[in-house]
């Protein structure tokens, strides 16, 4: 049951965050276990129930949102999650679309826009650039007017220019380095933590994002750059400016993979098998077919 200032929704899909099984957050809440839990906290979904003071959204609207870490998650049939979490789902963007946006392109918006400081005409390095939050960072900085260098595969090479990167680096094959005088921003979207060919890459005075934990002191000291480190935060402006984007088919949301809820295991496990298509895997809690009906 929703309670003050949270609202019940019926899941249609879920993202996952293939890390969010390693998450303190997700095994525990203020220090205590909290087993069994339920992952996935990307949710699309209509509003069925709406608890006391909830006054920005309805019964009946489609929305997406990010569920906070420590709750359960929207690989279920229901959610509950608080109203300040979701935004107005455009219908132009289905909810499996929906469901790759809220955290893994929040994610890259904060680290460019909040965390980055990006600015027009900077080049930033995108590494991890064909994951989920890669590929958003890519096309949402090449919209701010930088100039994208993508870390990935080879084999996501043309994907990732079609996405505006203007040079892509296959990471199996060859090492990152400065382009020119160093990279103004550079985003580290992979897993685990950045080598020192990162830090070195980055021009002195320009900054390091990373996802995972907080850039080596030592490597920033030495060569003159800037860390920083955050948790993606739930901000409606910026998930209705991002929906916008779908919306106006300025930001395009690749889907690497869809499972039924039903082998939600499955869709998990899938994240250890490298070289995936680019994008987000989602799942589909709710069919098509139900959609449309209720649409
Ligand atoms: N702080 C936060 O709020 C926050 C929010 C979201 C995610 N994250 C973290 O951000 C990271 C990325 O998340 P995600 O959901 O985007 O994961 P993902 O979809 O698994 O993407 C990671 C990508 O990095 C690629 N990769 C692996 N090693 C690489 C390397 N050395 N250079 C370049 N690319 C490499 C992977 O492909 P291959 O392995 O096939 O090459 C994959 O395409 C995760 O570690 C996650 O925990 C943090």
Redesign the pocket.
């Known amino acids: 049951m929703p309670g003050p200032g949270e609202v019940l929704l019926r899941v249609q899909a879920a993202g996952i ?4 099984l ?2 303190d957050a997700t095994w525990f809440r203020d220090g205590q276990p909290r087993t069994p839990v339920i992952p996935a906290h990307e949710v699309a979904g209509r509003v069925v129930e709406s608890g006391p003071q909830v006054d920005t959204v309805r019964v009946g609207d489609p929305v997406f949102g990010l569920i906070p870490f420590d709750r359960d998650g929207a690989s279920a049939e229901y959610a509950v999650v608080p109203q300040e979490n979701v935004a107005l789902r455009p219908l132009e963007v289905d909810p499996i679309h929906a469901a790759a946006l809220p ?2 392109a ?2 890259a918006l ?2 460019l826009v909040d965390h980055g400081g990006i600015l027009e005409g900077q080049r930033v390095l995108v ?9 958003f960072a890519v096309q949402l900085a090449r919209l701010r007017g930088a100039h994208v260098t993508a ?3 080879e084999q ?1 090479r043309e994907y990732l220019q079609l996405m505006g990167a203007e040079h892509v680096i296959d ?2 094959s060859t090492p ?1 380095t400065a382009d020119g005088d160093g990279y103004d921003l550079a985003l ?5 933590a ?2 020192e060919a990162t830090y070195a890459a980055v021009r002195t005075g320009g900054v390091l994002v ?3 934990a907080p850039p080596d002191g030592e490597l920033l000291n030495r060569y003159g750059i800037r860390g920083q ?5 739930a901000n409606r402006g910026q998930m209705d400016e991002l929906a916008n984007l779908a919306k106006t088919q300025q930001l395009s949301i690749p889907i ?1 993979a869809t499972f039924p809820l039903a082998e939600g295991r499955a869709a998990y496990e899938s ?1 250890a ?4 298509l ?4 989602v799942l589909v809690v709710e069919t098509a077919g139900t959609w449309l009906a209720s649409s």
């Open positions: 965050t293939f890390t969010e390693v998450w955290l893994a929040l994610t904060q680290a590494q991890g650039a064909a994951g989920a939050v890669g590929i870390v990935a595969r996501d990471y199996t990152v580290y979207a992979a897993n685990g950045p080598t990373c996802l995972n480190f955050f948790v993606v935060e690497a994240g098998r490298h070289g995936r680019p994008g987000k895997t």
